[in-house]
T-cell receptor, first 111, second 114 residues
Framework: QKEVEQNSGPLSVPEGAIASLNCTYS??????FFWYRQYSGKSPELIMF????GDKEDGRFTAQLNKASQYVSLLIRDSQPSDSATYLC???????????FGTGTKLQVIP | DAGVIQSPRHEVTEMGQEVTLRCKPI?????LFWYRQTMMRGLELLIY????????DSGMPEDRFSAKMPNASFSTLKIQPSEPRDSAVYFC????????????FGNGTRLTVT
């Protein structure tokens, strides 16, 4: 079983819609959860992190964490073509910054 | 700050040759990470250092891979001998060593082994 699982996509949404990206993880001891965005040919960049159950909002982005279900999600409201990228879920599962990444979900926002 | 600096950006080499990838972390960051990214396996953690000390190298695929961090501002990842299956993008990242501290990635080195 993979430690961090994501649907590879592509996930296609029309411009202005809500994009919902999902991630599950296997280590119940995981404490911190991150979403990175990676444009094609570029390096990953952090867009959100969350460590408490519930929702965390930052602009058009909302991260949701449910530790009981071992599930973390990212919602992107009012999706823009510039949001088209691969979104990587990352989990700090080693207790000392051993950050494990999922394989990413490719998002396509259609104008 | 210039960010994490990696060199070279691209490396093409023949099977059996030695390859050395270099990384300069952000000044003040005390943790450094080497990742490898492929289409099939995504981003894989190879090794990470804290205060120049290797903490976990369980992701290093085999003895052909080695990494060093002789000081706080420099790290190398060496592959000897290289094989075609080593072809990938290798990223170096650094952070401030706290659990919630984000990883700052370099631009990566695209390695092609023919």
């Amino acid at each position: 079983q993979k430690e961090v699982e994501q649907n590879s996509g592509p996930l296609s949404v029309p411009e202005g819609a809500i994009a919902s990206l999902n991630c599950t993880y296997s280590d119940r001891g995981s404490q911190s959860f991150f979403w990175y965005r990676q444009y094609s040919g570029k390096s990953p960049e952090l867009i959100m992190f969350i460590y408490s159950n519930g929702d965390k909002e930052d602009g058009r982005f909302t991260a949701q964490l449910n530790k009981a279900s071992q599930y973390v999600s990212l919602l992107i409201r009012d999706s823009q073509p510039s949001d088209s990228a691969t979104y990587l879920c990352a989990v700090d599962s080693g207790g000392y910054q051993k950050v494990t990444f999922g394989t990413g979900t490719k998002l396509q926002v259609i104008p | 700050d210039a960010g994490v600096i990696q060199s070279p950006r691209h490396e093409v080499t023949e099977m059996g040759q030695e390859v050395t990838l270099r990384c300069k972390p952000i000044s003040g960051h005390n943790s450094l990470f080497w990742y490898r990214q492929t289409m099939m396996r995504g981003l894989e953690l190879l090794i990470y250092f804290n205060n120049n000390v290797p903490i976990d190298d369980s992701g290093m695929p085999e003895d052909r891979f080695s990494a060093k961090m002789p000081n706080a501002s420099f790290s190398t990842l060496k592959i000897q001998p290289s094989e075609p299956r080593d072809s990938a993008v290798y990223f170096c990242a650094s952070n401030e060593g706290r659990v919630e501290s984000p990883l700052h990635f370099g631009n990566g080195t695209r390695l092609t082994v023919t």
